[in-house]
């Protein structure tokens, strides 16, 4: 070896083996993983709440979730532009099949929503309801011939002969006093919510009085069975409104909770009683009490020129009851086609001695001018708050409402739903589209209006008018508002749980 230069300094170098050198890499190592972690572990605010394991691991399950949802449609980009064809089937068999069984599941789970009179453009629907009517040995009308593609889930019947032509007046069969009356709906001989009702708690009252509890079966059962096809044939001619909706509840809920020792003409004397005690409480004496409120409310005064639209008997009660006590006021009477059933409430009127002046509803907004009050019927007050009435109504309160003009309607709490509606479509009823082709004495244009097949009539017989649009609800509980509706139909429901 060469000698080292002088001057130089040999640094003093340890030896270490191999495994020391390893040893003190791992250890090298593990100190500064440790100091990396620790400057990227931020320091945690004092000030600042620390999350919880429960909202810890919520983030983390929405990350794997947005994870999930991005792969997903990868995927679905990629078998859209052009991925593997049997794949892309497979996966849309796995989802349609998958779309089955919670369809499924739903209908299993979920109750029936829509009732049967709203779906007759269900041919399934439709099946059973004429299943049911051969079990009950009732005619169907015929389907109208074409109707209004809107209006495709309403029954719509036209004025046919032979609705009742294959009836025999034997035992077992529809009573007669039911039959005469069905004919009288379907003819427009009865009309009105309040002169219906009535007629069928009359007829309902005669039915009760020819009934016999046949051998080995009780009343309060086979009763309301016999009752039933009843019904349904009322409905057949027309469709039952809701105050006769409801009374025929209030009859069902005291036949079936009648008492099985009470022999037959207790019983029915009892029935016939609670019919008795029912016209007289909700119909007749709520009018009365509608009538009283008025007049200790001053809701009617002396100058005023009321407006009234179409032909209310509560409305036309109330207007003959103030007249009659003296107050001295103008009534101007607002009709529509294709009943002009005000003509029959400005007879009425006249006679009583009320000055009234007569217009159409397309001069509505000219005779609103001179009007200080809006009084109008109701064929039903809705849980939603919204007036179900003749069509026109909501029209008549829009111009009062654009006019500044009080709006009041006359209504008995039995004409009350549960149902809430928030426009005419879903829910209505359909008239002969025949009524508008007649025009009085002219020649009427539309009678060939079947042979065009781009033509279709529609004559709807009510309308829905939202709450903003009236000023008050005048029943025999008092001045409510149109929301008020829910409270008081379960104060019913109160009271005929008590019962």
Request: glycine share 4%; with cysteine.
């Amino acid at each position: 070896m060469a000698d080292k230069p002088e001057g130089t300094v040999e640094p003093n170098v340890e030896k270490t083996s191999p495994a020391d050198k390893k040893s003190k890499k791992d250890k090298k190592a593990k100190k500064e993983g440790k100091e990396v972690h620790q400057k990227e572990k931020p320091k945690a605010d004092p000030d600042q709440p620390q999350k919880s394991k429960a909202e810890l691991r919520a983030e983390r399950r929405a990350k794997q979730e947005a994870q999930r949802a991005a792969k997903q449609e990868k995927k679905d980009a990629g078998s859209a532009s052009g991925g593997k064809p049997e794949a892309a089937g497979a996966n849309i068999k796995k989802e349609a099949s998958s779309k089955d069984l919670s369809a499924a599941s739903a209908v299993k789970k979920e109750p029936k929503r829509v009732p049967d009179h709203l779906k007759a453009d269900d041919a399934e629907t439709q099946k059973r309801i004429a299943k049911r009517l051969e079990k009950q040995r009732l005619p169907q009308r015929t389907v109208a011939q074409r109707k209004v593609r809107l209006f495709n889930h309403l029954h719509q019947y036209e004025r046919e002969v032979s609705l009742t032509g294959s009836f025999s007046f034997s035992s077992g069969g529809i009573h007669p006093v039911i039959i005469k009356l069905g004919l009288q709906y379907a003819e427009g001989v009865i009309c009105g919510s309040n002169a219906r009702c009535l007629a069928m708690l009359a007829a309902f009252k005669q039915v009760i009085q020819d009934y016999t509890t046949p051998p080995q079966k009780e009343l309060s059962r086979d009763l309301e069975a016999t009752i039933k096809p009843y019904i349904s044939f009322l409905n057949q001619c027309r469709l039952m409104s809701v105050s006769m909706g409801n009374a025929v509840k209030h009859l069902k809920h005291h036949i079936t909770h009648m008492p099985n020792n009470l022999k037959d003409h207790e019983a029915k004397k009892k029935l016939l009683e609670t019919i008795d005690s029912y016209i007289k409480e909700r119909i007749l004496l709520s009018a009365v009490a509608i009538s009283k409120y008025v007049q200790d409310e001053a809701k009617i005064k002396d100058g005023d020129v009321i407006l009234v639209y179409s032909c209310s008997s509560i409305v036309r009660k109330v207007l003959c009851d103030a007249w009659n006590q003296g107050k001295k006021f103008k009534v101007i009477v607002v009709d529509a086609r294709p009943k002009m059933e005000g003509k029959e409430m400005l007879r009425r009127l006249v006679r009583a001695g009320i000055p009234c002046s007569y217009f159409m509803i397309n001069a509505a907004s000219y005779a609103m001018q001179e009007a200080t009050k809006v009084m109008l019927g109701a064929h039903a007050l809705l849980a939603n708050g919204c007036v179900m009435s003749r069509v026109g109504t909501s029209q008549i309160a829009l111009i009062a409402k654009a006019c500044n003009v009080p709006v009041l309607v006359c209504c008995e709490t039995y004409k009350f739903c549960e149902r809430g509606q928030t426009d005419s479509f879903v829910y209505n009823e359909l008239g002969d589209p025949d009524d508008l082709v007649f025009i009085g004495n002219k020649t009427p244009y539309l009678n060939d209006w079947r042979d065009y097949n781009s033509l279709t009539l529609l004559n709807l017989v009510y309308d829905v008018t939202p709450p903003e649009f009236i000023s008050l609800v005048i029943t025999e509980l008092g001045l409510i508002p149109c929301t008020s509706v829910p409270v008081v139909l379960r104060m019913k429901q109160a009271e005929t749980n008590e019962t």
